[in-house]
């Protein structure tokens, strides 16, 4: 895994250490741009999908106990159909701007007469907000949606701060900052094998079946590893959260059982894990073990929740990122998906 260049010719690895810069300019671009006029807000809606939908999920999984009014994270075409009038706000994101999924919730937030405004680097939607005179964040971000996490969270929580809807944001973001370059330096790829276990881990996820657990807000962090694993390393991956596995995919742990002794586990852990959570990732361990699924833990760092979900957002960047150069594969570009893109043009 030293010899990183050759494999990387658009630079992943600069992308995944920008992860704390982005989240810092993402806050600080978020705090000046100007906000939409929404009135009394009853609800809103994050709308994406993928790298561009990732953003969304983040920032309602660590507002889930922050929030007074349900903000849902919409991965669709169109709209939930409570989703109606000024007191409903829609935030379409979009990293190109051009996601079809994403035009048609907007599209149907102008029908519905919701508050709207968009995020992106361009593209149509941004044309279509303006046309419209629709309040459109524009960043400057040149890469995979996937690397702009740090951008759209930072913006996202600027957004919903000075909406009124939570505290002001500024330490937090200034912790986790902190600790993703605190990771750089432990986690990339001037740290040598022996004294990184990003590395470790990616080697010993070869050949191997990969499925990510997390515990309520860290569910989605389970996802990003999905995703990234997915995207980076080109190999199949699955994500499951808890306590919700605990009634369901323990049961399958019989068949075939020819699958699991070539099986990972990935447990992700927090601080601020629900104490009764903590004691199923203990006895959910044994159950896979048992079963012969090979069983790992990666935990948090940092003392907030901001900073706790970012350390292992980061981290599975970094073991994704290795894996895909333990498999020779190039990080960055994904021809699966932008070939199911042009056939659905056709």
């Known amino acids: ?59 309602t999984a660590y507002l889930a106990d922050q929030l007074p009014i349900p903000v849902l994270a919409h991965r669709n075409y169109g709209l939930p159909a409570w989703a109606n009038g000024h007191e409903t706000l829609v935030i379409c994101s979009s990293h190109s701007g051009n996601t079809e999924e994403t035009l048609s919730s907007f599209d149907e937030a102008l029908r519905r007469g919701c508050s709207v405004m968009s995020i992106s680097t361009g593209g ?35 957004l919903f701060s000075r909406l009124g809807l939570i505290e002001d944001q500024t330490l937090t973001v200034e912790e986790a900052v902190e600790v993703l370059a605190e990771g750089i ?36 962090i389970a996802r990003r590893w999905k995703s990234e694993i997915n995207e980076l390393a080109k190999a199949w991956a699955a994500f499951e959260g808890i306590p ?7 049961a399958g742990l019989r068949h075939p059982e020819s699958l ?17 959570n903590r004691k199923r990732i203990e006895y959910s361990q044994g159950f896979l073990l048992e079963a012969g699924v090979g069983v790992d833990s990666v935990r948090a760092r940092g003392d907030g929740k901001l900073a706790q979900m970012f350390s292992l957002l980061q981290f599975g960047d970094f073991v994704s990122y290795y894996l895909a150069l333990a498999y020779g ?18």
């Open 1 to 59: 895994m030293s010899e990183i260049n050759p494999f990387d010719p658009q630079d992943m690895n600069a992308a995944i250490k920008a992860l704390g810069a982005n989240l810092t300019l993402g806050w600080q671009l978020g705090l000046q741009l100007e906000l939409p006029e929404v009135g009394s807000l009853r609800q809103a809606v994050i709308c994406g999908m993928g790298g561009s939908a990732i953003g969304g999920d983040f920032t």
């Open 329 to 346: 594969e190039d990080p960055t570009p994904i021809e699966v998906l932008n070939e199911l893109k042009r056939l659905l043009a056709d």
């Open 244 to 250: 919700e596995m605990n009634h369901n995919a323990l």
């Open 124 to 158: 149509k939607l941004a044309e279509l907000s303006m046309e419209a005179g629709k309040i459109c964040w524009k960043f400057d971000h040149v890469g995979q949606p996937r690397t702009a996490i740090g951008w759209t969270v930072g913006l996202l929580l600027a």
């Open 185 to 220: 330096t432990k986690l990339g790829k001037d740290s040598p094998v022996s004294s990184n276990p990003a590395k470790r881990l990616a080697g010993q996820l070869l050949e191997r079946n990969i499925v990510i657990f997390g515990a309520g807000e860290l569910e989605v």
């Open 260 to 276: 699991y002794e070539h099986t990972s586990a990935i447990f992700l852990r927090s601080d601020f894990d629900h104490e009764r």
